[in-house]
């Protein structure tokens, strides 16, 4: 919309509408998609017990008020549906999307906003071979539903028609950076901070004395691996480090890292996809564990809701999900610059 005009002015709205022509095209696309795939599509609900447990991940909370008279409930509005969406996989669904609007606090750069769209889809007995291909296929029905053949932004572009590059994240270390990653974690759940640190430094990265492993990780992936991702054609970048992927499950091959991946388009990340954990107890301690750090980082914590922790005791198959971005991935087919060009109405 244009600086300075509110998003209601009949010229901001004329400036957005071939963003939200190009973005009808897309969700139309893809319920075709996965309808064609034999898809359920769902709704579940926005208000949560726990909104997600990602330590650095800021959410929108408020109350429940009891119309008897009983105590209000503390709930929050979900980051993603992704607690609510493996219940139903335990109650026996298969394969099952949803377009959700979610909400994460804090947020808002030209390709944040408090409140956007999440795709996020799962397949029981799905691999994470295969939600790589379903992201690759996706992708390509969208751009050709909107009449284009690349992703743009500013002045890059790249082909997603055009076989994908799948690079691991110790791949990703090496080629850029020279570094061996894996090897500053002998020890997969507690990484060497030290050695990654002077890893950092020798590239000329600089290090703070509180940054942990996991942030000097992100400092180095950020500056020196991210831009160069999505360049020509569409990057997943796959096999993160084990102790980054509280909600995945460590790969078979290589217990040193987790069925994880992300997808990237001209150096912007369009999804986060994992092979589902599904041991109860882990899954509590890896979020215990979460929200110790969040506490020791920010002052507080979120609550573990039990009935997800009771879903997977009951027994949840194994699987595979996936999480996109929908408004970013609709900004690179159209060839906006920022997210609320392609939204009806920002959050103002």
């Keep these: 919309m244009s600086r300075g005009k509110e998003s ?12 939200l022509q190009c973005r009808r095209q897309v969700l139309r696309a893809v319920r075709a998609f996965f309808d064609a795939g034999d898809f359920t599509e769902v709704e579940t609900p926005c208000l949560q017990i726990s909104p997600g447990l990602e330590p650095h991940l800021k959410a ?32 026996g669904m298969e394969r099952i999307f949803q377009i959700a609007h979610v909400f994460r606090n804090g947020e808002r750069s030209d390709t944040h906003s408090p409140e956007f769209t999440m795709l996020e889809w799962y397949r029981a007995g799905g691999s994470i071979g295969q939600m790589m ?30 076989p994908w590059q799948r690079l691991s994240i110790a791949q990703a270390f090496d080629h850029y950076c020279g570094i061996d990653v894996l090897a500053t974690a002998p020890d997969p759940w507690r990484p060497d901070r ?3 640190a002077a890893e950092a430094v020798r590239i000329g990265i600089s290090v703070s004395h509180s940054d942990a492993w996991d942030d000097i990780f992100f400092k180095i992936l950020l500056d020196r691996i991210e831009p160069h991702l999505g360049m020509t054609v ?21 217990p040193r890292v987790a069925e994880r991946f992300e997808a990237y388009a001209c150096g912007v990340e369009l999804c986060n996809a994992f092979g589902e954990l599904t041991d109860a107890d882990e899954q509590e301690r890896r979020f215990q564990a979460d929200m ?52 009806w109405l920002p959050v103002d």
């Design 8 to 19: 209601w002015h009949p010229q901001s709205l004329a400036e957005r509408l071939p963003y």
């Design 60 to 91: 929108f909370a408020t109350r429940l008020e009891d119309p008897w008279g009983g105590p209000a409930q503390p709930l929050y509005l979900h980051t993603s549906p992704e607690f609510a969406m493996k219940k139903l996989l335990v109650a």
């Design 133 to 162: 291909d379903d992201t690759e296929a996706l992708v390509r029905a969208c751009v050709t539903a909107a009449g284009g053949t690349h992703l743009h932004r500013a002045d890059m572009a790249c082909d997603p028609l055009a």
């Design 194 to 196: 030290t050695a990654l």
């Design 234 to 254: 569409p990057t997943i970048l796959h096999s993160y480090p084990v102790s980054m992927a509280a909600l995945a499950r460590p790969d078979p091959d290589d």
């Design 292 to 343: 110790d750090l969040k506490e020791k980082l920010y002052g507080e914590r979120y609550p573990i809701d039990p009935g997800f922790i009771d879903a997977l005791r009951h027994g949840m198959p194994q699987s595979a999900g996936n999480a996109l971005g929908l408004d970013r991935l609709i900004m690179l087919i159209a060839g906006a610059q920022r997210i609320d060009q392609v939204l």
